[in-house]
């Protein structure tokens, strides 16, 4: 069973830079034609897709989100990490990291980020 975990702060200042971190464990982020992202829900609204990285390292971000977003990945650690800058309180929601397999979808549990000064 792939299993999936953010860990970060749950505050944020205004302008600051969002980092969240996904430990993958179960299954490994280079697998073939895996995808991992990263997803939000802000209060009140529905599920926001952000970004992904590919199992060759490759990324694709939402055109909305493109200019502020950037996530990376630590191989050696089975870990991705989205970070997003000049944040703003409308940036406030609960972030997911997600895992794509030719086998299934696995979800973390979700963190929530709030944004305020």
């Known amino acids: 069973q792939v299993q999936l975990q953010e860990s970060g702060p749950g505050l944020v200042k205004p302008s600051q830079t969002l980092s969240l971190t996904c430990t993958v464990s179960?299954?490994?982020?280079?697998?073939?034609?895996?995808?991992w992202g990263w997803i939000r829900q802000p209060p009140g609204k529905g599920l926001e897709w952000m970004g992904h990285?590919?199992?060759?390292?490759?990324?694709y971000y939402s055109p909305s989100l493109k200019s502020r977003i950037s996530i990376s990945r630590d191989t050696s650690k089975n870990q991705f990490s989205l970070q997003l800058s000049s944040v703003t309180p409308e940036d406030t929601a609960v972030y997911y990291c997600?895992?794509?397999?030719?086998?299934?979808?696995?979800w973390g549990q979700g963190t929530q980020v709030t944004v305020s000064s």
């Open positions: 179960g299954g490994s982020i280079t697998t073939s034609y895996s995808s």
């Open positions: 990285i590919h199992y060759e390292g490759s990324n």
């Open positions: 997600a895992g794509g397999l030719t086998w299934g979808v696995f």
